[in-house]
Structure formats: structure tokens, C-alpha cells
């Protein structure tokens, strides 16, 4: 994503801090850490010493943590650096979570007896999420929030089935900070379990240039045709929304090409805008990363994922045919054509650019659908996939015979490390022979599209890819 996308994407998530040096590498650092707690716990179980509740407290924490560093306390203020307050309440959400982290299995605690510092470091926790929630999602969200919190001390003068007598303060203050009904609830099993792994395999691809490769593509395919740029858009968002659930960031990854396209063929700006929400907004209903609410439900009614977006697949797609419709018919009302076959790029030449991209997809469904893995075994086979694709992608393009010899090194590490963790004790670290098999197909695969690029004298992909770009993601 450039640097324009990026700093739009802050700014509609609520967000006009831009950090610079010191600053940014702070932010840097603490998201690389998440990511690489999230991706371990994914594909090897949890760190030792970890159980479940440890780990949704320390997702909380982490992402507690980033917000306080990367969202100002309200928009307009333009600041390059992170005020001494947010960095002391960073500071401080990181004790919160630590504290409940050690504390939360302890005796007085299990045995609902707990101190006063308790309820004190549970109610900051409280007004930490709150005040997050502000600043990320906005007022109203907090205001419902606030509500069903006031009904939980309000019940004992409510009408009808609405009467409870549960409201007192301590009671209060224990269930939503140390147990599972609480903060730490299904929502945030979720959003740990399911819904990270997945943003992070969508910010590892996009970081590879996929969403630029997505809206060309939907160009070929239907830039030509009557509306085509709108139609492209519709294609676009759909393919960038099925790989990352979140209609924000899809509606700025392609509405910041296909906008401008859509306006200048004929569309009205308005009905520009309102086609690529509309695409934008479907892609969390397009398996097969779908929103965070798909799996929410995986929680809630125990239906496995896999069925949810068997399920969801008829319908989003249909949601998608009757977008097209829509548009083809606003085209036609005021004779709006399409784009000159000059002006596009070539199909074949994308392909062998950019289309290994796909690959890291069709395996994820591969996974999910015939091999029946866990979604989070699926993503994270997924992403080791698409890393490896990425980094050699580029090497390829500079060296053959030395990157070769870097993929050898990389598998044999891989056997290596198989083969001395299959003789030790297996609770320490889960090893997957999968691990193996992605390290050579993304070798094999970036292999031959080096030997394609360079025998249809084709430049490979204009996008470098980097971690810190695919961290400043997240």
C-alpha cells in the first residue's frame, strides 16, 4: 500500500497521527511482536507457560497498546509524534494486562474474593477499552456500551423480563475482568483466535502489490465493456475483499484507482462513490477470509468455519451479479462506454508478473475445504507460503543461482529442524511436515515465473517487498 492509501486508511479508521523515526519504529516493533505471537500460537499451539486465557489477554494487551500509540485522543491535530499521555497510558494498559495475566488464576480470584487493587485494575481496564473503542470506532459504539453497563446496575427497577437483581459493583468488576464472561468473552476469543491471523495474512499479500494486481486484472477483464472501470471496481473489490474482510481498507486499496476511472469515463461522482462502497462493504460476506462477524458466529453456534462460507459463497456472489447489474444498467441509462484496449494492461503479462500471488489463496481453500484444517493451521500454512514467494520473487529477479541456493539452505533448515523436533517432546513445539512442502513450492513457484519473466522478456513486479511495510499494516 503507498503511503497516500496508508495515511486515507488512518485517517477513515479514525486516525491522523503519522509517526516519523523513533516513534514509528516503536509502533513497528510492537506490531512485529504481535504478529509473530499470533503467527507462533497459529501454527505451533501457545508459548509455553501460556494457556488460553493468557493468550486473549495478551491479544487485548497488544492491541490496547497500539491504539494508545497510533490513535490520537481526537482527529485534526496532525501529530508526528506520540504525546506523553498516550505513551503513559500504553505504558500502562501493558501493566493492566500483565497483572490479570498473572493474577486471573489465582485463588482469590477463582474464588470471587477479590482485593481491592483487583477491582481498581479491572475498572482502568474497562475504561481503557472504552476509551480505545472511542478513539478507533467512535462515539456510538461507546454509547451502547455504556448503556447495557448501566443496565447491569439498573435491572432491579426494569418492567417485566427485564428485572434482574445482579447489579452489584464487585460483581461487576470480576466478571468482566478475570473471567470469560466478561471483556474476554467470545467476541475476543475470535477476534484472537481467528480474525488476526487472517488480517495479517491480508496485510502480508497486500504488502506484495496483490491489490494493485486485483484491480489490473478486473481492468482486462472488464474495462472495456459498457461502464467497464465500474465494473472493474465491483471485480476488484471483490477479489481484495475475499483475502481481507475489511471493507475500510478495501474501499481505500481500490476506490484510490477506480474512483478517478469510474469519473472520468462518465459516472457522476456520487454514484462512483456509492459503487465502490457497495463492492467494498460485500467483500467481508466473500469467502474465504470473511469478516470478523463470520467468525464470531463460528463461536456462537459451533458451526465449523468451513461451513459458514459454503454457506455465505451463493449469496455473496449473487450480491456481487446484482451490484454488476446495477451498474450495467446506470451505464446504459446515460451511455457511459468503456475504457480504449490501449489503455489496459496486458492479461498475460500480469499473470506472469504478479500471478503466483494467487497461489497462497487457492492453498488457504485447499486447506480449509479438502484437507479439512483448522482455520488458523490453514492460514498460517498460508502465510509461510506466501512469505516465502514474496522474498524469493524479488531475489529471483537479482540472482538465480545464489537464491537457489538460498531455498536449498531454507528447506533443508526445515528438514532439519522436523527431524531433531520429532525426537523431543512435542508439547514443547508442534512441527508440521506442511511447513517443508511451502517452503519448496513457494521456491519452485517463484523459480519458474523468474524462468516465464525472462523468457517473454517481461519485467518482474514493480513492488519490493518489505516487512515493515507489511507490519505498517496491521
Not at 489477554?57 to 491535530?77: A, D, E, Q, S
Not at 490479570?100 to 474497562?126: E, G
Not at 508440521?432 to 523459480?447: K, R
Request: hydrophobic share 55%; net charge positive; aromatic share 14%.
Amino acid at each position: 500500500m503507498e503511503d497516500n492509501q496508508k495515511k486515507a486508511l488512518l485517517e477513515l479508521e479514525g486516525s491522523d497521527r503519522h509517526l516519523r523515526n523513533g516513534w514509528a519504529k516503536i509502533v513497528l516493533v510492537v506490531s512485529v511482536l504481535m504478529s509473530l505471537f499470533h503467527l507462533y500460537a497459529a501454527g505451533f499451539g501457545f508459548l509455553p507457560g501460556i494457556g488460553s486465557r493468557e493468550f486473549l489477554v495478551l491479544h487485548l494487551t497488544f492491541g490496547l497498546v497500539l491504539v494508545y500509540l497510533m490513535f490520537p485522543i481526537k482527529k485534526g491535530l496532525g501529530q508526528t509524534k506520540i504525546p506523553w499521555y498516550d505513551f503513559a497510558l500504553a505504558i500502562y494498559a501493558a501493566y493492566v494486562g500483565y497483572h490479570i495475566m498473572v493474577n486471573q488464576t489465582a485463588s482469590h480470584i477463582l474464588n470471587r474474593n477479590p482485593t481491592d487493587w483487583d477491582l481498581f485494575i479491572s475498572l482502568t481496564l474497562i475504561l481503557l477499552v472504552l476509551e480505545a473503542t472511542r478513539r478507533v470506532v467512535g462515539l456510538p459504539l461507546v454509547i451502547i456500551a455504556a448503556v447495557f453497563i448501566a443496565y447491569f446496575f439498573l435491572g432491579q427497577w426494569m418492567p417485566g423480563q427485564f428485572y434482574h437483581t445482579r447489579g452489584d459493583l464487585t460483581r461487576f468488576l470480576h466478571e468482566m475482568g478475570y473471567t470469560l464472561s466478561g471483556i474476554f468473552g467470545t467476541p475476543i476469543y475470535a477476534s484472537a483466535r481467528y480474525v488476526f491471523i487472517f488480517i495479517l495474512f491480508g496485510a502480508v499479500l497486500e504488502s506484495t502489490g496483490a491489490g494493485k494486481m486485483f484491480i489490473d486484472l478486473a481492468l482486462r477483464a472488464f474495462g472495456r465493456f459498457k461502464g467497464g472501470p465500474a465494473k472493474a471496481a465491483v471485480l476488484s473489490s471483490g477479489m481484495l475483499g475475499s483475502i481481507s474482510g475489511s471493507s475500510t481498507a478495501n474501499a481505500v486499496t481500490t476506490g484510490t484507482f477506480t474512483i478517478p476511472l469510474m469519473k472520468r469515463v462518465g459516472f457522476k461522482p456520487h454514484v462512483s462513490g456509492g459503487i465502490e462502497v457497495a463492492a467494498s462493504s460485500s467483500g467481508q460476506f466473500l469467502p474465504p477470509i470473511m469478516g470478523a462477524a463470520a467468525f464470531i458466529m463460528v463461536e456462537f453456534t459451533g458451526v465449523p468455519y468451513v461451513e459458514i462460507i459454503k454457506s455465505a459463497l451463493i449469496p455473496a456472489i449473487l450480491c456481487y451479479v446484482a451490484i454488476l447489474f446495477m451498474v450495467h444498467f446506470e451505464a446504459s441509462k446515460n451511455n457511459i462506454r468503456g475504457m480504449d484496449k490501449s489503455e489496459l494492461v496486458s492479461g498475460r503479462r500480469l499473470i506472469i508478473q504478479q500471478g503466483y500471488l494467487i497461489v497462497p489463496v487457492l492453498v488457504l481453500v485447499y486447506f480449509l475445504v479438502v484437507q479439512g484444517r483448522s482455520v488458523f493451521y490453514s492460514a498460517f500454512f498460508s502465510i509461510i507460503l506466501l512469505l516465502v514467494l514474496a522474498f524469493f520473487a524479488h531475489k529471483f529477479k537479482e540472482r538465480i543461482g545464489r537464491s537457489l541456493l538460498y531455498g536449498a539452505i531454507l528447506f533443508a533448515a526445515a528438514l532439519g529442524v522436523e527431524y531433531i523436533l520429532g525426537s523431543m517432546d512435542q508439547n514443547f513445539i508442534r512441527w508440521h511436515s506442511e511447513i517443508a512442502v511451502m517452503v519448496v513450492l513457494g521456491v519452485v513457484l517463484a523459480f519458474l515465473f523468474a524462468v516465464l519473466q525472462k523468457k517473454f522478456k517481461i519485467e518482474s513486479a514493480p513492488v519490493k517487498f518489505r516487512l515493515k511495510r507489511a507490519f505498517s499494516r496491521l
